[in-house]
Every structure is written in structure tokens, then in C-alpha cells.
């Protein structure tokens, strides 16, 4: 029922900026978490930034300050503003959906690359 679509990844060289977005849609629920994940070749998925449902937001230790998540809560949209991004910053970046109700599971999208040029 929920299909998970990400938007905005490119190539983009040191020290400049992205924004990503990511929408749920398929129901009328608002998502309980929505997070953004990173995958570079070779190595384990890992969380960048989630937001919940109360506009909590956590952050790697690797992107604070750096990086910026935000959400529009009933509507399931979540972005990702990304600034003075580095090379290690490469990778398939994953929009994630937690549900506790409703639809309830856990749904990710098909991934956009981010590529950071030295």
C-alpha cells in the first residue's frame, strides 16, 4: 500500500550542497518515524537523520551541523538538506517509513545517489 519515492541525489563536488526529498504515499496516516539512510559500495546501510512524528530529530554524529532533516508531518514528505559535504558523503542515500499504526511495517525507498567530487 505505501510506496516510498526519493528525488534530488547528483554529483556535486566538495564543500557544496544538496537537498534531497523523499514522499510516502498510499495512506492517509502520518508515519510515526521517517529517516534518512546511507549506503556506500561495499559497506553496511547506516542512519544519517530521523524525524518523528513529535518533530524529534536525531543525527549521526558524522552529518550534525552539516545536515538538516525535516518533515511535513500528515502529508509524509521528509527532506534532507545537505551542506559542506565531503567526500565520505557518497553513497545511495534510502528514505525510511515507520508506521505504528495504519499501514503499520517499515518501508524504504529505492535509493538516489550522492556523489561528492574532491
Known amino acids: 500500500q505505501v510506496q516510498v519515492v526519493e528525488s534530488g541525489g547528483g554529483l556535486v563536488q566538495a564543500g557544496g550542497s544538496l537537498r534531497l526529498s523523499c514522499s510516502a504515499s498510499?495512506?492517509?496516516?502520518?508515519?510515526?518515524?521517517m529517516a534518512w539512510y546511507r549506503q556506500a559500495p561495499g559497506k553496511q546501510r547506516e542512519m544519517v537523520a530521523s524525524v518523528t512524528n513529535s518533530a524529534d530529530t536525531n543525527y549521526a554524529d558524522f552529518v550534525k551541523g552539516r545536515f538538516t532533516i525535516s518533515r511535513v508531518y500528515l502529508k509524509n514528505t521528509l527532506s534532507l538538506q545537505m551542506n559542506s559535504l565531503r567526500p565520505e558523503d557518497t553513497g545511495a542515500y534510502y528514505c525510511?517509513?515507520?508506521?505504528?499504526?495504519?499501514?503499520?511495517?517499515?518501508?524504504w525507498g529505492q535509493g538516489t545517489q550522492v556523489t561528492v567530487s574532491s
Open positions: 498510499g495512506t492517509l496516516i502520518g508515519a510515526k518515524t
Open positions: 525510511y517509513v515507520k508506521f505504528i499504526v495504519g499501514p503499520r511495517g517499515d518501508y
